[in-house]
């Protein structure tokens, strides 16, 4: 599938702008609103067994953690915005295919936050359409994710971008 001219901009580095929205990559000055976002998103899961478990030092561990991700050539976290104000963020990530299995690598997208307030806006379009031409750019021919079984918009909308259920997490609790 062709896509648009300005969400190719995105992965060089030039903002994307499609009317007041635009998308453009995470620079280390993005940090604490990345972290404030990421950690929205752990919350609204709340209720997930696994995003239950929320560590008290989760806004430390965040700022080491996305500063080393924002450092690292083999990813990306985009950033849209809205009006000046960070209404999104999606981090893609070229990442390593089963060793006996095509392809050997594919873009793997994770941490896909849109606030509330914008939500069904085309925000979530917009970061898909950056991380599909940064993918792209590198070759890569494939796109997987995660995202919480539980959430019946996000597994809507996410079928609606294209996206197949192909594995189940599952999750067993030995203590």
Known sequence: AAHPPAAR??????PVTAGALTVRPATMS???RIVELRLALVREHIGNP???RLR???PDRARRLFA???RSPEEVIFLAERDGQVVGILRCVQAGGLPLLFPATHGYISSVYVVPAVRRRGVLRALLDAAVDWCASRGLTELRLHN???NPVANAAWEALGFQIVEHLRLRRLS
């Open 9 to 14: 901009r995105a992965r060089a580095g030039s």
């Open 30 to 32: 993005d940090l604490p």
């Open 50 to 52: 696994i995003y239950s």
């Open 56 to 58: 008290p030092d989760a």
């Open 68 to 70: 080393a991700q924002l």
């Open 148 to 150: 919480a079984a539980d």
